[in-house]
């Protein structure tokens, strides 16, 4: 019997090994992923979620800090504002047109109030950001005055108070309104070296053709030649920082403007013979942009008629570079001229760049600078992430409250402070939070790899095989 039994069980062995006879082997049964396997799979994945789902979280954070801080600062709002109302004289004019059509003067009147309510919301926010701006500076830079005090001993204590604070705040108000400055600066002036090197290359492919002229007209080139690169003189660095000099000048009463504005604001309120709505909607606008709107225009028409000396405009004017061009053509191949002309609009488009950053973008961005917009921008991002701060200082144990800080606020404070540098080098718009976004995301990868290190390190986490 048990021998039988023994027989049986080795025929039923070798029968299982078999595999002509199409049952598993125990080699592959092996391969099987047990249930264990599908856990420890499962939890892997869960983690490598969790690990994205952190850094878009920060992504995320960075992008809504940025935008709260844009708000709450004075940056490109005035742009937005006279977009905002240039839509709503649009739509007034369009709901106008269609009076008689019953669902387009409805659409067009809903239109108009929601661009009007906006502009006017931007308008008041960006009020209290100037006045804000402003008396933060005062309080940092500048002497007060007590008078309104009577008793002496209590100005005597308020001054001293006074004198140390400013020792503390004025240099680090200066010193990051240098640095903005600084920046803008910079962006100004490598947009007209790159302009520069554009009307190098330009001047240099005519030089290559003068010699396909006529005898009689090249020295007559050469004169008008000489005579754009002495006009170029105008983009030198020495005249820029003259024009940037004027710029400043042009600002110097604007932080006296604002608060005599402001006060002559908040005492309307009190005026019996006016209701407060309607104050307040007489005296609703941008103070800082209308304040300095005539001279930004002028400063922008003085830099385009620099431009189009050399290039021309829509109005008729050919522009000297444009006329040394066509005298050129006629002696030139159609390969020659398309390449004349491909380098003519390059360079063209890299000067009105550089023009624009000049007496638009640096205008509107040494305006909230003197206003006194750079410290408050980072010091609005410190104050925004104190939800941060907050969860730091309430995590269980000091590891987590130093894994929260690696992978998560010092992350998110890194995007907010890119955004805000990007914007003061006058990059504006999506490209700006974008690139906020993904330093944040990659400073919360690298956190998370050094925050891992830190724990395996520590025996807190078992190291992977």
Not at 53 to 82: D, H, Q, R, Y
Not at 195 to 220: F, H, T
Not at 238 to 252: A, D, H, P, V
Not at 277 to 285: A, G, K, Q, Y
Request: aromatic letters at 8%.
């Amino acid at each position: 019997m048990s021998f039988c039994y023994l027989n049986n069980v080795n025929s039923n062995t070798q029968i299982y090994h078999n595999p002509s006879f199409g049952i598993r082997s125990n080699s592959a049964q092996n391969n099987k992923p047990t249930p264990i396997d599908k856990i420890t799979q499962r939890i892997e994945e869960e983690k490598k979620k969790k690990k994205n789902k952190t850094a878009f979280a920060v992504g995320g954070s960075v992008i809504g800090l940025s935008l709260l801080v844009t708000i709450f600062n004075p940056k490109m709002s005035s742009k937005l504002i006279e977009k905002l109302r240039t839509q709503q004289y649009k739509t007034v004019h369009n709901l106008e047109k269609n009076k008689n059509d019953f669902l387009k003067s409805k659409f067009y009147s809903v239109l108009s109030n929601v661009t009007e309510w906006s502009s006017r919301a931007l308008g008041s926010v960006n009020n209290v950001n100037s006045v804000k701006d402003t008396y933060y500076k005062h309080l940092c830079t500048e002497d007060k005055t007590f008078l309104k005090i009577h008793d002496t001993k209590k100005i005597k204590r308020l001054e001293k108070m006074d004198k140390i604070f400013r020792k503390v705040m004025q240099r680090p108000h200066e010193v990051i309104t240098r640095w903005g400055d600084t920046l803008a600066k910079n962006t100004v002036r490598n947009s007209y070296k790159k302009a520069s090197k554009r009307m190098d290359k330009l001047e240099n492919l005519i030089s290559e053709y003068v010699n396909k002229l006529p005898a009689g007209e090249r020295a007559e080139f050469e004169i008008k030649l000489s005579q754009i690169r002495g006009q170029r003189e105008c983009f030198s660095a020495e005249n820029l920082e003259t024009r940037f000099s004027k710029q400043e000048k042009l600002m110097s009463n604007l932080n006296n403007s604002i608060r005599a504005r402001w006060k002559a604001y908040t005492g309307g309120f009190r005026n019996k013979f006016v209701k407060n709505s309607e104050h307040f909607n007489r005296n609703l606008s941008f103070w800082a942009h209308d304040m300095m709107e005539a001279d930004k225009k002028v400063v922008m028409e003085e830099g385009a008629r620099r431009v189009d000396f050399l290039f021309g405009n829509k109005n008729g004017t050919k522009g000297e570079y444009r006329e040394l061009i066509e005298k050129l053509s006629k002696n030139l191949s159609e390969e020659e001229k398309n390449l004349l002309e491909k380098n003519l609009r390059k360079t063209e488009k890299s000067l009105r760049n550089a023009n624009k950053n000049e007496c638009e973008e640096y205008f509107d961005k040494k305006r909230d600078l003197v206003l006194g917009s750079a410290p408050t921008d980072i010091l609005s991002s410190i104050l925004l992430l104190t939800v941060g701060g907050v969860a730091f200082a309430t995590s269980d144990d000091r590891d987590k409250r130093i894994s929260r800080l690696i992978t998560k606020i010092i992350p998110t404070f890194a995007g907010v402070i890119t955004n805000i540098t990007l914007t003061t080098m006058l990059f504006a718009g999506t490209k700006n939070l974008l690139c906020a976004a993904t330093t944040g995301i990659i400073l919360n990868r690298i956190g998370s790899k050094v925050d891992k290190a830190r724990l395996v390190a520590k025996n807190k986490l078992p190291e992977e095989d």
